[in-house]
């Protein structure tokens, strides 16, 4: 259920006394029969009926005739479907146009490379279009407009500001309207401020109460997204507050190991790889010299491009731990992942005298006895795991530093496992080669400092895209592909997504399915071999070295090769069913070719008509660009897919869009983080805002109780 503000004071209201935490069906106008369809909609209190906010807004108070538009100012017209037409423009481009009558004249909405919107309009569908016309061809015609659907009941609603709520069946939207307006009148004075009267004033912030009227009732559209940026503001502000708290607790601990980098240590280290640093590399380096000699714990997080080298910083970081005599630690979310990291290191210090070890699930249980022996007796210096790493029984002797790869595959509380068990805390470096959007930086990851690197190095050339639709277009990219397999380039097919443990069985058989028919069909000629998640370690391994080696032409895989593998000879992958995947996932399985002196291809094959779908692959098509596609992403799907936190614990937000209301954001982070710096939180006058940051976030945030 979602969070809200907690209070019980009664009040007279009819026959019954109500306050906020009285059941829903007690309201006047619902009733037991609507209290369980509001059940479905997570509401079963009164105060959760006022905290159900308005999706959106329909703005009825500039809708025009045709007849008086003005050319290129904001403007709406209503009217219904009469007809829809798409075509093939001659430069490649489609063209949908909607055609609506407004009373008695016409208007027209036209969309470029957006055909599925051929699909989104009905004959007589009632639709609000709104944008900046223009004049043309005898008629008024709003480009690539806002579209909103509506039902016969809101046509009627000239001249007001309409909600629009997230429904379920059996509850229509107007029925919602009246209840929430019953709760408002019979308890919405009962709502209460956390917020000192003091932030109030100088923020120049209504009351809560009064936002909530506004948001729920607005009288205008500048009403409304004044009280509606109230309410998020609280929001954002008490979880800005516990990270700010969180990272003060940090500042506070000024005990960890102060690990100076020395140009002799820093020669040394560099002196294992057999290139020169990029730029950005150089720049994240001397961030991690800063905080490590500083005294207090490093808790940053280096976000890289794919390809951009960011386990080359990572290695430096453990090898300046080891130098000055401390343990050093990287954890992965997968085994795949967390071998392919051992055999870099085992690859950059080949006889070198650094103590080190593989730390997983599965091994035997004599050799881990003697994995984990080493680690508490200190004479293992450097270990590369899993989970296993923060697994109990796990002592770390004297650990200095600690890596955690792909970071949103874990959870904050797995981050601090490594501090909460040794008196003097590590240094912690967070990466993960998915950049991640501004906004979620300010939040899934704001007690952390960014360290971004963007540059690649050199000889490093972008992966030419293409999506594959027509027969035509996969006919000419096979003769393509396979014409690159006999010049002597491999090639990578990757199979669907595994979303959820019912289907991965299904998954894989696909995959073995697909992996016949390439070997059998499609690709007779070649040698090829298949990886996926299910498969014995021992034989995946196998085949991955095959590949590697150049003993096997072609891999059909799952996403296990998603992060971590470099073959540079792979210039081409095959993604099949590509719809299936996020922007940020395809960026990452693109980066697995074009890693050598040959330039790398990427196919995403996809027959889906889907909007989201399409806006991807041809986000895809667009630019190569990591960090613009992470915005894109997060645009187009929100924080809990990007960074898994569906699977992982969800941001523990109740409204914010972050992506719309990142102006908002700024303006919390600033005030949070100065309140804290100042001391200004610990004053009586905070002293109920504090407690319920702390009441809300001391668990998932590992905040101190007090101080």
Not at 423 to 443: D, F, G, K, N, S
Not at 569 to 583: K, V, W
Request: aromatic share 6%; glycine share 8%; hydrophobic share 40%.
């Amino acid at each position: 259920m979602a969070d809200k503000p907690s209070l019980n004071l009664d009040e007279d209201a009819g026959d019954f006394q109500l306050n906020l935490e009285s059941d829903v069906q007690f309201l006047k106008g619902v009733g037991p029969d609507r209290a369980a369809l509001l059940q479905r909609l997570g509401i079963e209190t009164v105060g959760d009926l006022l905290w159900y906010l308005p999706r959106d807004v329909l703005d009825f108070t500039d809708v025009r005739l045709p007849r008086d538009l003005e050319a290129d100012k904001p403007q709406s017209v209503l009217g219904r479907v009469v007809d829809v037409d798409a075509k093939q423009l001659r430069n490649g481009r489609t063209l949908v146009a909607a055609l609506i009558e407004c009373e008695v004249d016409y208007a027209r909405g036209i969309w470029f490379n957006q055909a599925w919107m051929r699909k989104r309009f009905v004959d007589g569908q009632l639709v609000l279009f709104s944008g900046k016309p223009k004049f043309n061809q005898n008629r008024w015609e709003f480009s690539h407009p806002q579209v909103q659907w509506l039902d016969d009941e809101e046509s009627a609603s000239g001249g007001v500001i309409l909600t629009r709520y997230g429904l379920t069946e059996g509850l229509k939207v107007h029925q919602l309207r009246r209840m929430i307006a019953n709760a408002i009148d019979s308890c919405g004075h009962l709502v209460e401020d956390h917020l000192p009267d003091s932030l109030l004033k100088r923020l120049e912030l209504p009351s809560l109460k009064s936002a909530l009227q506004g948001v729920h009732q607005p009288p205008d559209m500048e009403t409304y997204e004044r009280c509606r940026q109230r309410v998020l503001f609280d929001d954002l502000y008490e979880f800005q507050l516990g990270l700010a708290l969180r990272r003060r607790s940090w500042r506070n601990r000024r005990n960890a190991p102060q690990l100076e980098v020395s140009a002799k240590i820093d020669a040394r280290i560099r002196r294992l790889f057999p290139f020169s640093f990029t730029e950005g590399q150089d720049l994240a380096i001397k961030d991690l010299a800063s905080d490590f000699k500083s005294g207090f714990a490093m808790h940053r997080l280096l976000q890289a491009d794919v390809g951009a080298g960011k386990t080359v910083v990572a290695i430096y970081a453990m090898l300046v731990a080891v130098a000055h005599g401390w343990q050093a630690a990287l954890m992965a979310p997968t085994e795949l992942l967390a071998t392919q990291h051992w055999q870099t290191l085992q690859n950059v210090l080949g006889d070198s005298h650094v103590k080190r070890a593989l730390l997983t699930g599965s091994l035997g249980t004599a050799e881990r006895r003697d994995v984990m022996s080493g680690i508490e007796d200190g004479s293992l210096q450097l270990v590369v795991g899993t989970q296993a790493l923060i697994q109990s029984g796990v002592n770390f002797s004297k650990l200095g530093v600690v890596v955690i790869d792909e970071q949103h595959k874990f959870g904050v509380a797995q981050r601090a496992q490594f501090s909460a068990t040794s008196e003097v805390p590590p240094h912690i470096l967070v990466m993960t080669a998915t950049p991640i959007p501004r906004t979620l930086c300010m939040t899934q990851f704001g007690d952390l400092d960014v360290t971004s690197v963007r540059d690649m190095p050199q000889g490093r050339q972008p992966v030419v895209t293409s999506r594959l639709s027509t027969s035509t277009q996969k006919r000419k990219a096979w003769d393509f592909i396979k014409d690159q397999l006999r010049t002597g380039r491999q090639l990578y097919v990757v199979c669907p997504l595994v979303e959820s443990t019912s289907e991965a069985m299904a998954d894989v058989a696909s995959a073995e399915e697909i992996y016949r028919k390439m070997a059998n069909e499609a690709l007779s000629d070649f040698r090829v071999g298949l990886v996926h998640g299910r498969m014995d370690r021992g034989e995946r391994e196998v085949t991955m070295d095959q590949f590697r080696q150049g003993e096997l032409d072609a891999l059909v895989a799952t996403t296990v090769i998603e992060v971590g593998v470099d073959v540079p000879n792979a210039t081409q992958t095959l993604i099949l069913d590509a719809e299936r995947f996020g922007l940020s996932q395809l960026h990452q399985l693109r980066g697995r070719v074009g890693r050598g002196r040959h330039r790398g291809y990427c196919f995403l094959v996809s027959d889906s008509v889907a909007p989201d779908a399409v806006s991807r692959l041809q986000a895809m098509e667009s630019t190569t660009d990591g960090f613009e596609l992470a915005e894109r992403d997060f645009e187009l799907r929100g924080p809990g897919d990007i960074l898994g936190t569906r699977q992982h614990g969800a941001l523990p937000l109740r409204f914010a869009k972050q992506l719309r209301d990142e102006d908002v954001l700024r303006k919390t982070r600033d005030e949070a983080f100065f309140a804290v710096r100042t001391g200004e939180i610990d004053s009586p006058e905070y002293s109920v805002l504090k407690l319920r940051v702390l009441e809300r976030f001391a668990q998932l945030l590992d905040l101190p109780r007090s101080g």
